[in-house]
């Protein structure tokens, strides 16, 4: 019976928290303030379904009908919805015995650990992984803002953590008019290259990520090359 929750129980919460975050982030998108005209009910429910699922496809303008607020807001929906995703992918991975290949934690290699306990420090490291690689790609991208591209340092500031998150989760959302074929952007060829960059560290995934930058794992590679 143990085994069944532990499988049962996180896939119930991992519906249930994105029909959550789904109604939240509606919510929060029909509120005055987020965009330039009123959304239709559409546009706010397959946005916000997009971001959540991180799939990218849009029904309107974002760049263009969203505003600050609005961005923010989706962003946002976009975050939770990567943390959901990763923490449960890699708890459905320490069920199946997995634990080693994107942990260094007695705890979470202790078969004797409780399910949600285990849960609980998986999305703690979620949490970290996430944050600290989507403000170290935020700093990539605002560093290769090259003189040629007429924005503000605080436009330059929005758009580059707004991509350092969007393109790490690979969510497909652009706040740039025309995503990057936009003219300010598309010939500033160093930031193409660094939006590349932080595509394929995102697209690397955690347990690969943790393996190159373990420190444990390291020192066992040149203990035994």
């Avoid at 459905?92 to 849960?119: C, H, Q, Y």
Wanted: glycine share 8%; aromatic share 14%; net charge neutral.
């Amino acid at each position: 019976n143990l085994k069944k929750d532990s499988i049962y129980l996180p896939i119930r919460a991992f519906i249930l928290i994105y029909i959550v975050l789904v109604v939240i982030g509606y919510v929060a998108l029909i509120l005055p303030g987020a965009a330039t005209r009123p959304l239709t009910d559409m546009e706010t429910l397959f946005t916000t379904i997009s971001a959540v699922t991180l799939t990218g496809l849009q029904v309107c303008d974002f760049a263009g009908i969203f505003t600050a607020q609005g961005q923010i807001i989706v962003l946002a929906l976009i975050q939770l919805g990567a943390i959901t995703a990763v923490s449960f992918s890699l708890y459905f991975g320490w069920l199946l015995g997995r634990a080693s290949l994107f942990t260094d934690s007695e705890d979470l290699l202790n078969p004797g650990i409780k399910p949600f306990n285990a849960w609980l420090k998986i999305f703690k490291q979620t949490c970290i992984y996430l944050f600290v690689f989507e403000l170290a790609c935020s700093g990539i991208l605002y560093a290769f803002w090259n003189g040629d591209i007429t924005f503000t340092t605080s436009q330059k500031l929005h758009y580059a953590f707004f991509h350092g998150v969007s393109v790490f989760c690979h969510s497909g959302f652009s706040n740039l008019e025309g995503n990057f074929s936009n003219p300010h952007v598309s010939h500033s060829y160093l930031l193409l290259l660094a939006v590349t960059g932080v595509i394929v560290l995102g697209s690397i995934g955690y347990a690969a990520t943790f393996d190159l930058i373990s420190i444990k794992r390291l020192r066992e590679r040149m203990l035994n090359p």
